[in-house]
């Protein structure tokens, strides 16, 4: 096999409670990426569309090549590939974007070794290239993009990775609103030490939504969809957090949270049924505040990153 095309899904870190611990994938929204395995060693960008021109070309750069030299230097390989990156993405949105494209990029090339890895084996891959993209090595959005579904980082030293049950019905709304925020300016206006009640309350959430998702006990889930350790701090830098969040739980979300580190907002509801309610609500409000919105409508992505289309030699 020569040439290749994998997808990877956007994904909703910290899912509220969960900070940098839990994630879940979305259906539809995702990069592509297309990789050409090449009789030259090296790694090249050959071609970004989607991404305004802002996105490095550099290998040394890009989380698609950051991401596959990690794999090469792992198996000791000195494969070259040429990579076309097509961002479905916002960057700087919240929604997974620098993550998608690591994972495409690994699913894409792993493949084309001949997969020498089992998916969830190219997760420590993924993480370099976020710690390359924003100075953190997290794994709640490369993870739920590589495996789908909802996902628990039980730990990182050594990565323990859980899959976790999605109810049926789990629905999500998506609101972005039209300006970026980088990850690791959202990670800056957070302190590094926690009270012990909130340590305690964040525990209980984590727990009460774990439980919730396991039990498809949508009561719970709402009850436990909220943040004493990020969002308190980063609402701040969000423009409407609070009017749009009472907006959303007055029309029937289970809850509203950050998306990762924002600015984009996540609802949770059971069922598709409120979604119009909230993109209007939203549309409104965001437009009283001079900003524009983007909403979009998705089930949860049970799949993860998958590779589209390839060519034999
Ligand atoms: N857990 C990370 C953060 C996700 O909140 O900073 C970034 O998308």
């Known amino acids: 096999m020569k040439r290749i095309k994998a997808f990877a899904p956007a994904t909703v870190a910290n899912v509220s409670c969960g900070f940098d611990i839990l994630g879940f994938a979305l259906d539809s929204l995702g990069d592509t990426v297309e990789?050409?395995?090449?009789?030259?060693?090296?790694?090249?960008?050959?071609?970004?569309?989607?991404?305004?021109?802002?996105?490095?070309?550099?290998?040394?750069?890009?989380?698609?090549?950051?991401?596959?030299?990690?794999?090469?230097?792992?198996?000791?390989?000195?494969?070259?590939?040429?990579?076309?990156?097509?961002?479905?993405?916002?960057?700087?949105?919240?929604?997974?974007?620098?993550?998608?494209?690591?994972?495409?990029?690994?699913?894409?090339?792993?493949?084309?070794?001949?997969?020498?890895?089992?998916?969830?084996?190219?997760?420590?891959?993924?993480?370099?290239?976020?710690?390359?993209?924003?100075?953190?090595?997290?794994?709640?959005?490369?993870?739920?993009?590589?495996?789908?579904?909802?996902?628990?980082?039980?730990?990182?030293?050594?990565?323990?990775?859980?899959?976790?049950?999605?109810?049926?019905?789990?629905?999500?709304?998506?609101?972005?609103?039209?300006?970026q925020l980088n990850t690791s300016d959202s990670r800056s206006v957070l302190r590094d030490r926690i009270p012990l009640k909130d340590a305690i309350t964040q525990s209980g959430n984590v727990a009460g939504l774990i439980a919730g998702l396991f039990l498809a006990d949508f009561g719970l889930i709402s009850r436990s969809l909220k943040d004493v350790i990020a969002e308190p701090y980063r609402a701040s830098l969000l423009p409407g957090f609070d009017r749009v969040k009472t907006a959303m739980m007055q029309h029937g979300a289970l809850g509203l949270g950050i998306s990762g580190s924002g600015p984009t907002l996540f609802v949770l509801s059971e069922g598709p049924e409120n979604h119009s309610k909230f993109e209007q609500e939203a549309k409104r409000i965001y437009a009283e505040l001079g900003l524009q919105v983007d909403v979009f409508f998705s089930t949860i992505n049970t799949r993860g990153g998958y590779s589209i289309d390839s060519e034999t030699e």
Do not use: W
């Open 35 to 179: 990789l050409l395995a090449t009789e030259a060693p090296g790694l090249r960008v050959k071609s970004i569309t989607g991404d305004g021109g802002k996105l490095p070309l550099a290998a040394d750069q890009n989380t698609c090549t950051i991401a596959i030299q990690a794999m090469l230097d792992a198996m000791g390989s000195q494969q070259g590939f040429d990579v076309h990156l097509q961002k479905g993405l916002p960057l700087g949105s919240g929604m997974g974007s620098s993550a998608a494209s690591a994972v495409a990029a690994l699913v894409a090339a792993n493949e084309l070794m001949g997969n020498p890895f089992e998916k969830k084996d190219l997760l420590p891959f993924a993480i370099e290239a976020e710690r390359a993209a924003c100075g953190a090595a997290h794994a709640d959005n490369v993870a739920p993009s590589l495996l789908g579904g909802f996902v628990l980082i039980r730990d990182y030293h050594p990565l323990d990775v859980i899959k976790l049950s999605v109810p049926k019905g789990l629905c999500c709304t998506l609101l972005h609103p039209n300006y």
